[in-house]
């Protein structure tokens, strides 16, 4: 009993159930922001306001050996903050393609960057052409995304969620936006684990989903019914909130404590980056 | 007469006008008294918790409160809904619900921010609410990521740190180990001690004798079919079957069958 048409929809269950799973993982998971390293230590307003500075200097510089620099310091940062350097790879390089790949692919032929070409080539009748400059910035691109992607994985695995988004207050984000964005997160978590459920739930009882029928009634239905219950929930949750007080406008905690540490991580921060400025751009 | 907290008369209530979930509700509470309301599941009792909470309000009847009507547009500036909220807290039967911040930290703190309570006062009262329900250790995690338990545990917490006079339990024990349900027991009656007003919805039986000294029983009708003493109530075997209060018990022991009540009051082997 082997249908092609069955093994892809098995095929299709299995990678829609890894797909989330994978994103609770990516986006929801704080097991590395839990952990006692280097960086989780830090303020996460320092944090953040550090990061934001290599990030510019990374976009800015037009060195790719500098850009190189800061991504050695990254990977340390990251060795420093108790972070499997692969899982760390594994999660930029992902991404990495995708932004290089659809900027970089026109700049490196010489229709967009003239000059001394390297490498030239015919494909059916179409005459390719790719140019040392073009080649130069395409390093030069990579090495910048990169090192821009690391930054930003980084930041988010080292810092919980809730956190981040109390840095956003920091910049004059009013505080039902912070709420409202944290609650959302909690509803793609457990949106994400009810679909999960489902799926498991429906397999006992009827094997396969999506080879019945039957089942992939079930799915669809709870599906449906899952967002009812989600829009449900939601009045309860403003229940919630109006029993303990809420009439508007939500007050939140703002504690954060600055250490000497987190000073002297911000000035090892700005001489980082306005020494690579400085080789960048007056050596 | 000053003393009386809730007087609830002639209570009804439908969700989206079709579903009913109340028909004619009386019941008077009094400062200081325990109360538990019981009933079989859909018998309307999580609906009464949320009308006496002023979270919803009555189709039919009106509920007092602190000698005020409890009306949908009284609530709408801020300073007399606080005066309410202040006073009374509920514990809402789905903890999930109940937790919506993204810290368990933030979650007990909530109500104190929201009536102005400052920040050092508040943080204070995180510690000492965390030490009385042995969740220190849980303060900086992510609320819906705890067990069923711990959830109960953080959502009785962000209600203590308000530090109302009137207590709304919502099935306070459901799903629990018994060391749990033990602690929240204790909660339940040193917070009577201390003089509070408590009010809990429960089916478990087996908790009304501690935390009880009146109980109302719900029955299908959604009305209250008997009100009394927490003794002459779980005495009265006929009124907790036909309310499927109680059950009968068909075990095996030991390769032997046997035939028993459930009862509330002798636990059984
Ligand atoms: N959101 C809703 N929409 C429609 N009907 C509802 C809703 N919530 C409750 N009901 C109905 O109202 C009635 C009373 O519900 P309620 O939740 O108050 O019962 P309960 O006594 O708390 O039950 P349980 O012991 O299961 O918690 C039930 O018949 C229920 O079906
Ligand atoms: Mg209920």
Not at chain 2, 184 to 213: N, Y
Request: charged content about 20%; some cysteine; aromatic content about 10%.
């Amino acid at each position: 009993m082997s249908n092609p048409l069955h093994k892809r929809r098995d095929f299709i269950e299995r990678s829609m159930l890894s797909a989330l799973s994978f994103i609770k993982e990516a986006t929801l998971s704080e097991e590395y922001a839990n952990r006692k390293g280097f960086l989780q230590s830090l303020d996460p307003r320092f944090k953040t306001i550090s990061f934001l500075a290599f990030l510019v200097t990374a976009v800015s510089l037009k060195s790719a050996a500098l850009i190189g620099t800061l991504y050695g310091f990254c990977l340390i940062l990251a060795f420093f903050s108790k972070i499997p350097i692969r899982k760390f790879f594994a999660r930029t390089l992902l991404f990495i393609p995708l932004f290089s790949l659809c900027i970089v692919l026109p700049t490196l032929f010489g229709i967009v960057t003239p000059g001394e070409p390297v490498w030239s080539f015919h494909v059916s009748g179409i005459n390719g052409i790719i140019t040392r400059p073009g080649l130069d910035g395409a390093v030069l691109f990579v090495v910048r995304i990169a090192t821009s992607v690391s930054l930003v994985v980084l930041l988010s695995l080292t810092t919980r969620h809730s956190e981040l988004l109390k840095v956003l207050r920091l910049f004059g984000v009013p505080q039902i936006f912070v709420l409202t964005v944290s609650m959302c997160y909690r509803y793609l978590h457990l949106f994400a684990t009810m679909v999960e459920n489902i799926f498991t739930a429906v397999k006992s009882r009827v094997g396969v989903v999506s080879q019945q029928r039957h089942g992939q009634k079930i799915v669809a239905w709870n599906i449906a019914t899952t967002w009812n219950r989600t829009t449900h929930m939601s009045e309860e949750v403003y229940m919630a909130m109006l029993s303990r007080g809420y009439t508007g406008e939500p007050r939140l905690l703002s504690e954060f404590n600055a250490t000497p540490k987190d000073w002297l991580w911000l000035l090892c921060a700005i001489i980082i980056c306005s020494g690579l400025f400085y080789k960048g751009y007056f050596l | 007469m000053s003393d009386i907290i809730f007087e609830v008369k002639d209570v009804h209530y439908s969700y989206l006008g079709k579903f009913p979930a109340l028909c004619g509700v009386e019941m008077t509470i009094r400062s200081g008294e325990k109360i538990a309301v019981i009933g079989a599941n859909g018998t309307g009792k999580s609906t009464l918790l949320q009308l006496l909470d002023g979270l919803i309000f009555p189709d039919h009847g009106h509920v007092t409160a602190f000698g005020e009507r409890l009306l949908e547009n009284s609530q709408n500036d801020e300073k007399s809904a606080h005066r309410f909220r202040r006073r009374v807290g509920l514990v809402f039967q789905n903890a999930d619900i109940q937790l919506f911040c993204p810290s368990v930290k933030e979650d007990i703190a909530f109500g104190p921010l929201q009536f102005g309570v400052a920040e050092e006062e508040v943080n204070r009262r995180i510690l000492e609410v965390a030490k009385a329900l042995d969740i220190q250790h849980l303060l900086d995690r992510v609320p819906h990521q705890l067990s069923i338990g711990e959830k109960r545990r953080v959502a009785i917490a962000s209600v203590l740190a308000i530090d109302p006079d009137v207590y709304l339990f919502d099935e306070p024990t459901a799903g629990l180990d018994p060391l749990t349900v033990r602690h929240i027991i204790d909660f339940i009656v040193t917070a009577s001690q201390r003089g509070k007003t408590i009010i809990t919805a429960t089916h478990d039986l087996h908790i009304i004798g501690e935390i009880a000294d009146t109980v109302y029983v719900f029955g299908r009708n959604k009305s209250i079919v008997r009100g009394g003493s927490s003794e002459s109530v779980l005495n009265d075997r006929t009124l907790l079957e036909s309310n499927n209060l109680i059950h009968i018990h068909r075990h095996h022991h030991g390769g032997r069958e046997h035939v028993h009540q459930h009862l509330p009051l002798e636990p059984h082997d």
